[in-house]
């Protein structure tokens, strides 16, 4: 070998770096279904569609009807849809629910809010949101339960 002749050289390796620190920040959350918030608060349009075509008779067995088949569907679809964040969409699904029934029964009768000798005075009008809000939130931890137990929750 002659001095003009050069050995291959090792290709020089990569300085090892530090490793970065794990991750602190959760992957991201889905946001709210907010169509879904829509078509579920929608069933509060069975009350007066009851009651204009006489299903489910009268008083307190229309409404429990009406509540158990909304409770239901609501965790039946959150529940087995794996929705994400089943608490926070049924919650503001209940809140949208409260204020649907609130609207038709305003401008459609049944009860004046604030408006008339025979109708409910208007600051009921926020803690019946508030207790819609609540039953919608108590079907959203069902929910989630669901999830959990299918082995599904986001």
Known sequence: MTSNQHLPQPAPQPRPQPSAPPSTTAPPRAGISWPLVAGLASMALLWPLTGLTGLGGTGAPR?????????????????FGRVPRPVATLTLTGLAFGVVA?????????????????????????????????????????????????????
């Open 63 to 79: 409404a429990l009807g009406i509540v158990a088949l909304t409770a239901v569907v609501w965790i039946g679809v959150v529940g």
């Open 102 to 154: 609130l609207l038709v029964s305003t401008l459609f009768g049944g009860m004046s809010v604030g408006f008339g000798d025979d109708g409910a005075p208007a600051w009921t009008a926020l803690p019946a949101l508030a207790m819609d809000a609540g039953w919608g939130a108590l079907a959203g931890v069902v929910a989630l339960g669901v999830q959990k137990a299918r082995g599904g929750a986001r």
